[in-house]
Structures are given as structure tokens and as C-alpha cells.
């Protein structure tokens, strides 16, 4: 059985960044800042972009295959991103990725338990994490809209009680894609549920959060800390401002490159935000002689 690298991470007091990709070009962009910084990986593709990202087999390999062709030497975890369903996971799983989620959030709790049982059940068998999620984060999310809903704490024991989840995404106040005004996260209801659980939480929706209170996340037990929406704006300005500074470019390169250079830079930051950066070495030497994903 594999280690579970969040949990370690967790142990060490830092948090490994989850960062969406929506093409091949996040894909080089991340794994450049990773490697650049030395840091751990979770490369995040959202079960809602499946079909636009190729299916599950086919964007696993392209990640897979860019690992070796670009030498890539930290741990780098491949996540499915808001499971919207058993089989879905099971796809994923089955198609080789390293962790799923399973988001049955919209549940009612006793049906979110049954159905992420029937995930870890599965993926364990394979050797893959499992997240589960309790409330909702809010905002949007290519295209899946939901309002905030706290996670209820008692619902957040039994989950991962009853599931045996690997990772807990509990909703405390942050939403996907833009704020609307400042993040406002529940650190109260954080130090009850990092108290009561003792598995690694995920912070889902980071980007706009101050650097201040991802350092107080990680603190109170975050060791998963997802991010898109940043990425994609600094990717899309830069795009922007490239084409407005040559109207007359179509080289793809000339005009990708810039872009590219963008996501990379924003990864990195996002990286030193978390403190995974030169964590590499240190897990896998906390890791010892276990199999650990890479
Ligand atoms: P952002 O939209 O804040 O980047 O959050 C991404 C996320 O949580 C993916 O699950």
C-alpha cells in the first residue's frame, strides 16, 4: 500500500497545492514551477471538464507522459477534481489516477456516507486516496454554480468515520472563482472539526484568499489547498496583453509562450504561499522505504 503523501505533508506542517489544468499548457506550466521549486504536485482536473480535457485515460497519460519527457523529478499526484458521481470516480480510478474526490456534498449526509463508502471502497482497493466534502463551498466552477453552505461538524465526524476518507473538504466560507468582497473563513468551526478529525483538510476555493489566512489554514491541519481561478487570470491577461501588443502576431508560440511563462510564475508563488517548496527531499525522506506516488 502506498503512503498517503497529503497526511504526511500534514505531519511536516506545510500544505501540497492542488492547481486545475484545462489544457496541455497548465499541465507544462505547473510541472515547470513544481520541479523549479523542488515541491510536491496535485495536478487537478475537474470532473465537470472531463470531456473537454479528453476523457479520463487520455488526460492522465498526457500528464503522465509530460512527468517523463519534461524529467520531472518531485512526487506529482494526479486528483480528480469534484467526482460527480460513484462510477465517475471509479472511471478515474480505474483509468490510473493517483486520488479522487468524491463530491456529495448536495446530499442529503446519510446518502453522501453510503456513496463515498462505495468510492473508498473501490479506490482502496487500487491504492488511491479518497477526498470527500461536507457543506458546499460556493461561487462557480466551470460552469457548476452553488451557493456557501457551512459544513455541519457532527456531519464531518461521521463522514470520515463512516466513509474512512483519506482527506476532508470541509465548506467553511470559501467559494470558487471570484470573491465578492473579502473571504470571510470560518476559523472557529476549522479548530473544532481539525480537533475532532484527525485526517488532512482541504481548503477548495484559495484563490483571493490573503496569504495570512492560508498560513492560519495550514496551521489548523489544511495539508490540500485547491487553486484554478489564479492561474486562469494570470493566464488570460497575459494572453490579452501579448495579441494587444502585436496585432498582427499568429505565431501559436509567440503567442502561447508568454502564457505559459505566466501560469509557471503564478504556480510558483502559490507554492511558496503553501511552504511546500523545497519539500521534495524531505518527504520522501520522511516517507523512508514505502511506496509513495512520483
Ligand atoms: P479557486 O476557484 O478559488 O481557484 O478554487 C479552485 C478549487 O477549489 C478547485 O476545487
Known amino acids: 500500500m502506498k503512503n498517503n503523501i497529503i497526511r504526511l505533508a500534514k505531519e511536516l506542517g506545510f500544505a501540497i497545492p492542488q492547481m486545475n489544468v484545462n489544457g496541455l499548457i497548465?499541465?507544462?506550466?505547473?510541472?515547470?514551477?513544481?520541479?523549479?521549486?523542488?515541491?510536491?504536485?496535485?495536478?487537478?482536473?475537474?470532473?465537470k471538464n472531463i470531456e473537454y480535457l479528453g476523457g479520463y485515460e487520455f488526460i492522465l497519460n498526457t500528464i503522465k507522459n509530460k512527468?517523463?519527457?519534461?524529467?520531472?523529478?518531485?512526487?506529482?499526484i494526479v486528483h480528480l477534481d469534484h467526482g460527480l458521481s460513484v462510477e465517475n470516480c471509479k472511471a478515474a480510478v480505474?483509468?490510473?489516477?493517483?486520488?479522487?474526490?468524491?463530491?456529495?456534498?448536495?446530499?442529503?449526509?446519510?446518502?453522501?456516507?453510503?456513496?463515498?463508502?462505495?468510492?473508498?471502497e473501490y479506490a482502496q482497493l487500487h491504492d488511491v486516496l479518497?477526498?470527500?466534502?461536507?457543506?458546499?463551498?460556493?461561487?462557480?466552477?466551470?460552469?457548476?454554480?452553488?451557493?456557501?453552505?457551512?459544513?455541519?461538524?457532527?456531519?464531518?465526524?461521521a463522514l470520515v468515520k463512516e466513509a474512512k476518507l483519506d482527506t476532508l473538504a470541509p465548506a467553511l466560507g470559501?467559494?470558487?472563482?471570484?470573491?465578492?468582497?473579502?473571504?470571510?473563513?470560518?476559523?472557529?468551526?476549522?479548530t473544532i472539526i481539525r480537533n475532532q478529525v484527525d485526517i488532512a483538510l482541504v481548503l477548495h476555493g484559495a484563490s483571493g484568499i490573503s496569504n495570512n489566512d492560508i498560513q492560519r489554514a495550514i496551521k489548523?491541519?489544511?495539508?490540500?489547498?485547491?487553486?484554478?481561478?489564479?492561474?486562469?487570470?494570470?493566464?488570460?491577461?497575459?494572453?490579452?496583453?501579448?495579441?494587444?501588443?502585436?496585432?498582427?502576431?499568429?505565431?501559436?508560440q509567440k503567442i502561447l509562450k508568454p502564457s505559459i511563462q505566466a501560469i509557471e510564475l503564478t504556480a510558483e508563488k502559490i507554492i511558496k504561499m503553501c511552504g511546500s517548496n523545497h519539500q521534495s527531499k524531505t518527504l520522501f525522506k520522511k516517507n523512508g522505504d514505502e511506496k509513495l506516488w512520483s
Open 26 to 47: 497548465w499541465i507544462e506550466g505547473v510541472l515547470k514551477a513544481a520541479e523549479n521549486q523542488q515541491s510536491p504536485i496535485i495536478i487537478g482536473t475537474t470532473d
Open 67 to 76: 512527468v517523463q519527457a519534461m524529467k520531472i523529478t518531485v512526487p506529482v
Open 94 to 120: 480505474d483509468a490510473g489516477y493517483d486520488s479522487v474526490m468524491f463530491d456529495g456534498s448536495q446530499l442529503p449526509i446519510e446518502e453522501n456516507i453510503k456513496q463515498t463508502k462505495k468510492v473508498v
Open 130 to 157: 479518497v477526498e470527500g466534502e461536507v457543506g458546499a463551498v460556493g461561487g462557480e466552477e466551470d460552469g457548476l454554480i452553488g451557493q456557501v453552505k457551512y459544513a455541519d461538524i457532527d456531519e464531518c465526524v
Open 174 to 190: 470559501s467559494v470558487h472563482g471570484k470573491y465578492q468582497g473579502e473571504p470571510n473563513l470560518g476559523f472557529e468551526e476549522m
Open 220 to 252: 489548523l491541519g489544511h495539508a490540500k489547498i485547491n487553486f484554478n481561478t489564479e492561474i486562469n487570470i494570470s493566464w488570460s491577461k497575459q494572453l490579452r496583453d501579448t495579441l494587444d501588443e502585436n496585432k498582427e502576431l499568429f505565431n501559436p
